[in-house]
T-cell receptor, first 115, second 117 residues
Framework: AQKITQTQPGMFVQEKEAVTLDCTYD???????LFWYKQPSSGEMIFLIY??????QNATEGRYSLNFQKARKSANLVISASQLGDSAMYFC????????????FGEGTQLTVNP | DTEVTQTPKHLVMGMTNKKSLKCEQH?????MYWYKQKAKKPPELMFVYSYEKLSINESVPSRFSPECPNSSLLNLHLHALQPEDSALYLC????????????????FGEGSWLTVV
């Protein structure tokens, strides 16, 4: 079974609007972390936001917020006020305590922001 | 700007060449990683170094040879590669190898685009 599922291969959004990128995960660990990365066409993998399994509040970093629903095992990324520079591939990833340094990635969502 | 720097940005090499990819970080991190990423796919872990010792080798072919000369540097030596090895190679680092409750975020570099001809 897939450990990280991103069901949206591609998403489109108008500039200045908000967009939600979906991520569901599967783990039996009680302790785990969820990450979102942005990868523009240049190749750099940019860390955006982190949510720990024990964190009670949803993580926020500037225009990025993580909608964490532990019971549903979902960790959706919300980007507010989209900008043209947000066009990129977005990966959801999980790090389980029992897997140590291994990050499990989803297949990614290609976001296009239209002017 | 990323604090993990990789050189070269682009590399074209023949199947008989020997070349190296280099990675440097100055965040005091003690775990460093090499990932391989094919087009439109997520990155795949190749190697992990922890405190300058090889911790994980994900059954990578011996034509890829990692080296960690010190806590800030990580190299990937390439020899007798195949065209299917053409990919984006990403270096990354984190405070330590262990996951930890704080997440111990893995930070990536800009990547090295490798083409084998």
């Amino acid at each position: 079974a897939q450990k990280i599922t991103q069901t949206q291969p591609g998403m489109f959004v108008q500039e200045k609007e908000a967009v939600t990128l979906d991520c569901t995960y599967d783990t039996s660990d009680q302790s785990y972390g969820l990450f979102w990365y942005k990868q523009p066409s240049s190749g750099e993998m940019i860390f955006l936001i982190y949510q720990g399994s024990y964190d009670e509040q949803n993580a926020t970093e500037g225009r990025y917020s993580l909608n964490f629903q532990k019971a549903r095992k979902s960790a959706n990324l919300v980007i507010s006020a989209s900008q043209l520079g947000d066009s990129a591939m977005y990966f959801c990833a999980m790090r389980e305590r029992t897997s140590g340094s291994r990050l499990t990635f989803g297949e990614g969502t290609q976001l296009t922001v239209n002017p | 700007d990323t604090e993990v720097t990789q050189t070269p940005k682009h590399l074209v090499m023949g199947m008989t060449n020997k070349k190296s990819l280099k990675c440097e970080q100055h965040m005091g991190h003690r775990a460093m990683y090499w990932y391989k990423q094919k087009a439109k796919k997520p990155p795949e872990l190749m190697f992990v170094y922890s405190y300058e010792k090889l911790s994980i080798n994900e059954s990578v072919p011996s034509r890829f040879s990692p080296e960690c000369p010190n806590s800030s540097l990580l190299n990937l030596h390439l020899h007798a590669l195949q065209p299917e090895d053409s990919a984006l190679y990403l270096c990354a680092s984190s405070q330590t190898e262990a996951a930890g409750r704080s997440g111990n975020t893995i930070y990536f570099g800009e990547g090295s685009w490798l083409t084998v001809v």
